[in-house]
T-cell receptor
């Protein structure tokens, strides 16, 4: 398996635009996590899915953020409209069980200008 | 409030030397504690996972310890290599919520 695959690796967008980040988890993993990492706040859990169902989205900062997992091999994180303070690195991770090792993707570096 | 604090914030050592990174947590309930290594521009990679009943776990030159009574953990790196230069993040998993509490990391630089 190629690991967790995220796209794009880098995204630069103007304030107000819609941004969609994509993630392909490791095949067979039942749990998928979306994280945001900034210098000030470190890594923060935004939302996680179990078997494609969102379980906890309390980390999603605002209604501008939404996440979907239409099938076991694909998830998206959407920001609409984007704001400069959304600039961060967004990581997707997957695991077989939540208390086992989580594998992270390479991340998407988002810059909103 | 659930918190994970790491020290030092940054560390510079010479290649071949040993070092120890610290993690103190005030997380309750407690499920497990993980150490991750994050290279610049890449996602974190798991080094160790320890449950409440484990007090030490090794992964090559990395050895993690856990004292659940004092709520402290350490990551010891033996015979450091240039490739050990990275950020090391301590993560505590609270029971049943899957909300990992992340430390802000220790940035380690190994010099030749």
């Amino acid at each position: 398996d190629a690991g967790v695959i995220q796209s794009p690796r880098h995204e630069v967008t103007e304030m107000g635009q819609e941004v969609t980040l994509r993630c392909k988890p490791i095949s067979g993993h039942d749990y998928l996590f979306w994280y945001r990492q900034t210098m000030m706040r470190g890594l923060e859990l935004l939302i996680y899915f179990n078997n494609n169902v969102p379980i906890d989205d309390s980390g999603m900062p605002e209604d501008r953020f939404s996440a979907k997992m239409p099938n076991a091999s694909f998830s998206t994180l959407k920001i609409q409209p984007s704001e400069p303070r959304d600039s961060a690195v967004y990581f997707c991770a997957s695991s077989h069980q939540p208390d086992t090792e989580a594998f992270f993707g390479q991340g998407t570096r988002l810059t909103v200008v | 409030k659930n918190q994970v604090e790491q020290s030092p914030q940054s560390l510079i050592i010479l290649e071949g030397k040993n070092c120890t990174l610290q993690c103190n947590y005030t997380v309750s309930p407690f499920s497990n504690l993980r150490w991750y290594k994050q290279d610049t521009g890449r996602g974190p990679v798991s080094l160790t996972i320890m449950t409440f009943s484990e007090n030490t776990k090794s992964n090559g030159r990395y050895t993690a310890t856990l004292d659940a009574d004092t709520k402290q953990s350490s990551l010891h790196i033996t015979a450091s290599q240039l490739s050990d230069s990275a950020s090391y993040i301590c993560v505590v998993d609270t029971s049943g919520t899957y909300k990992y509490i992340f430390g802000t990391g220790t940035r380690l630089k190994v010099l030749a």
